[in-house]
Every structure is written in structure tokens, then in C-alpha cells.
């Protein structure tokens, strides 16, 4: 199956600087890739849509100054967490929707990245 | 009312029991119906996905649509206690490459050896 990478697999950091956290889509290409947040035993909460080659779209209440989304190629986006507080601190996944396979509108997740910000 | 309602659980079972997970939806629109496991700390996979009603099988997985009561079911058989995750119900809609999936809050299963 279609597999997604996230990098770091954990980040720890200090209150108030930045994090990139990176999404590959290894072996297809992805023309949206989605990024999520998980409080711990809570379900997926999508925070932005993220397009190549556009802007991203963000849910309402998510902060785009804060939680800066890239995605430059069919293959990779990335998460910046801007001047990270610890209430930022949380599971952040990644997603990418596949354009081949029976079902286009597959979605294949990465593994997740943890963040704790000090 | 929540576009899908999913019984967070926790959900205990024998070892070698059938496992009966269920979703109810709210949207008629929903054409794509997903089941994810999601192991502690680690991302969703997906387990089964279908479009239409009725069962789907997948070896001891059975995913179960109705689309008139709007209501998904996933079925496990023979359960394992590598099955302990949570299962996530999921769907959407069609035609859109926009189009956003909706998750259930997940049921957190635990097989007792």
C-alpha cells in the first residue's frame, strides 16, 4: 500500500521557537495532504488542506500565522509551528489522498509527529 | 446532533470473540465509508474502505454498510490481541478532490488474552 512519512517522529523544544515538521508520500504522488492534531485519547482534528502548489486552507479556529503549511511538490509538505507555547504541545499527524488505486479519494496517513514544548 | 456518532468505549473481549464496532451518521450524502486502527502513538491505517451497502470482507474483517438506518459497522473474527487499537469509522463525500473526510471519535478495543 501507498506508504506516508513524517519527520521528526518526536520533537521536544523550548517555549517560543519554531518547528518544521516534514510529510513524504514515499512512493506516490499526492495532490493534498492533510494535517491533523490528536489530544491524547481524542479523535483526529483536521487543522489545514494543503494543495500543491497552493495555499493552504485552514479549519476554522486554526491560526494560519501560527501553523504555517508548505506543500511545494506532489510528494512533500511541510508543518511549521511558529513560536511554540506548550499548550501547542500535541500529536500532529499527516495525511496524503492518493491519485492512483481503485479509489481515488484513499487517504494514507503517516506515522506522527510528538511535540512537547517546554 | 454530530455529523458521526462513534461509542468511544473502552471495548474488553475475550481472545477468539467476534468484535462488533458501529458508526451512525447523520449526512444521507455520505457515498464512502472507511474503517481505520490507530496502535497507541502511531498514525490511523486503513483497515477496510467501501462505497456501496452491504458487507465487504477482508479475511477476519467484515465491514458492514446501511445506508437506509445510516449506519456502518466493522466486524472482527476470531479476535487477537494484536487487535487492541482504536478503530476509527470514517467518510465522505464523493467527486471533490477538496472533499474532507469526517472521523468517529474511535472505540478503543482491548483483547484479553
Known amino acids: 500500500g501507498a506508504v506516508v512519512s513524517q519527520h521528526p517522529s518526536r520533537v521536544i523544544c523550548k517555549s517560543g521557537t519554531s518547528v518544521k515538521i516534514e510529510c513524504r508520500s514515499l512512493d506516490f504522488q499526492a495532490t493534498t495532504m492533510f494535517w491533523y492534531r490528536q489530544f491524547p485519547k481524542q479523535s483526529l482534528m483536521l487543522m489545514a488542506t494543503?494543495?500543491?502548489?497552493?495555499?493552504?486552507?485552514?479549519e476554522q479556529g486554526v491560526e494560519k500565522d501560527k501553523f504555517l503549511i508548505n506543500h511545494a511538490s506532489l510528494t512533500l509538505s511541510t508543518l511549521t509551528v511558529t513560536s511554540a507555547h506548550p499548550e501547542d504541545s500535541s500529536f500532529y499527524i499527516c495525511?496524503?489522498?492518493?491519485?492512483?488505486?481503485?479509489?481515488?479519494?484513499?487517504?494514507?496517513f503517516g506515522p506522527g509527529t510528538r511535540l512537547l514544548v517546554l | 446532533q454530530k455529523e458521526v456518532e462513534q461509542d468511544p468505549g473502552p471495548l474488553s473481549v475475550p481472545e477468539g470473540a467476534i468484535v462488533s464496532l458501529n458508526c451512525t451518521y447523520s449526512?444521507?450524502?455520505?457515498?464512502?465509508f472507511m474503517w481505520y486502527r490507530q496502535y497507541s502513538r502511531k498514525g490511523p491505517e486503513l483497515l477496510m474502505y467501501t462505497y456501496s451497502s452491504g458487507n465487504k470482507e477482508d479475511g477476519r474483517f467484515t465491514a458492514q454498510v446501511d445506508k437506509s438506518s445510516k449506519y456502518i459497522s466493522l466486524f472482527i473474527r476470531d479476535s487477537q490481541p494484536s487487535d487492541s487499537a482504536t478503530y476509527l469509522c470514517?467518510?465522505?463525500?464523493?467527486?471533490?478532490?477538496?472533499?474532507?473526510?469526517?472521523f468517529g471519535k474511535g472505540t478503543r478495543l482491548h483483547i484479553l488474552p
Open positions: 449526512n444521507s450524502a455520505f457515498q464512502y
Open positions: 494543503s494543495n500543491e502548489g497552493s495555499k493552504a486552507t485552514y
Open positions: 470514517a467518510m465522505s463525500l464523493l467527486g471533490n478532490r477538496d472533499d474532507k473526510i469526517i
Open positions: 495525511s496524503a489522498r492518493s491519485q492512483r488505486g481503485p479509489y481515488q479519494e484513499t487517504q494514507y
